[in-house]
């Protein structure tokens, strides 16, 4: 870490915050320039907060040169990260193939979708038991029920499943169901809901928020690793943008950059960024071929009924033939794509 010292700051001031510096612990190297006078802090990494330093009389800035995210930084994991969701590999190499409806509406059509998309070669079922919804009066979700029907068909065509979770209390009972958590947009920095996910040892999959930065979403998944969860797969979903052509604003660049930065899966989510079926298999293309380690797309067998973001579902086939482009793409980049474990899970 590195402490700036104001210009005419007083020999007393620096003298102090030195003493302040090796108050805890930490050893400080004076550095006098001809225009500042900068001062080098080394030791242990868990006193190094600049918060602490940036109070102190005679101090212009405090700059900290280690990531605040240090779980989840390639500085703490220099490899890519594999998370392994019930069987299905996502991360170093491997693609995960996330398909499913919005909400879980009822047993019949968690189904025939499921039966379509493992079909189309999907290796984990997704399906929303509660909804964060803007409105309300809007669809809530099933809850408990839809959960059992997301299990059950899961179970059935031996697909792993993916549901969210919304309130801190529910975490043990989505665990009981799920082979991987879900943390929605709205909820990334809701940090009761992060420790409490950190605390099972189930993957989470983290949704970057419509208003947060690359670096937000790393400081969310840290929350979850500091628990001792290392299960984390980032999901980049669209960020808030000025045009209302698209429901959300695609930030392919936020693959490699997260991969820059961190160990950590990160796959996307073309649906709830476009929010048009007519632009989610370019941006799903985009994705993988950005280096996304897994695509995750609502298919619906009938959008027009859809309980919830029916306008932006694929239909099956539409699904199917996405599906069979992804695995092209893949094999020209060297990905490996699980194969949905089977029905005897
Ligand atoms: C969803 O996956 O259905 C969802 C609500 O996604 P997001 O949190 O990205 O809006
Ligand atoms: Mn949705």
């Known amino acids: 870490m590195i402490i700036i010292l104001k210009s005419g700051v007083s020999e007393e001031q620096i003298n102090h915050v030195i003493e302040r510096v090796e108050s805890l612990g930490l050893k400080a190297h004076l550095s006098r320039g001809t225009h500042r006078t900068i001062i080098g802090v080394i030791g242990d990494k868990s006193q190094l907060l600049p918060s602490r330093f940036q109070a102190i009389p005679g101090v212009a800035d405090v ?13 703490a994991h220099p490899d890519p990260s594999v998370v392994d969701i019930s069987g299905v590999k996502i991360g ?20 025939a979708i499921a039966e ?17 919804r803007t409105s309300p009066y809007a669809y809530q979700g099933m809850g408990e029920e839809g959960l059992k029907i997301l299990r059950d068909t899961g179970a059935k065509y031996g697909m792993p499943v993916v549901t969210e979770v919304m309130d801190p209390r529910r975490v043990e009972m989505v665990e009981r169901y799920a082979d991987m958590i879900q ?15 950190g605390q099972t040892r189930k993957p989470v999959l983290l949704k970057r928020g419509m208003s947060a930065t690359i670096v937000d979403l790393l400081m969310s998944a840290e929350y979850i690793l500091s628990q001792g969860n290392p299960n984390v797969v980032l999901c980049e979903r669209g960020v808030k943008g000025f045009d209302s052509a698209t429901r959300n604003l695609f930030d392919v660049a936020a693959v490699p950059a997260c991969k820059g930065l961190s160990h950590l899966p990160i796959i996307v989510d073309p649906s709830h960024a476009t929010g048009r079926p007519d632009l989610i298999p370019a941006c799903a293309l985009a994705g993988v071929a950005a280096g996304a380690d897994g695509v995750h797309i609502e298919v619906h ?10 306008p932006q579902a694929l239909l099956p086939e539409q699904y199917q033939k996405l599906a069979g482009q992804i695995r092209d793409l893949a094999t020209l980049f060297g990905k490996t794509i699980s194969p949905a474990p089977g029905s005897s899970r």
């Open 92 to 111: 170093g190499g491997h693609l995960g193939m996330i398909a499913g409806p919005c909400a879980v509406e009822s047993a019949e059509r968690m189904d």
């Open 183 to 197: 943390i929605g947009a709205r909820n990334m920095q809701n940090f009761v809901l992060l420790t409490e996910v």
């Open 116 to 132: 379509s998309v493992r079909a189309a070669g999907a290796n984990i079922l997704r399906g929303g038991a509660f909804k964060p």
């Open 301 to 310: 067998n009938c959008p027009e009924d859809a309980m919830s973001d029916g």
């Open 63 to 75: 700059i900290s040169v280690l990531p605040s995210y240090k779980l989840a930084s390639t500085d």
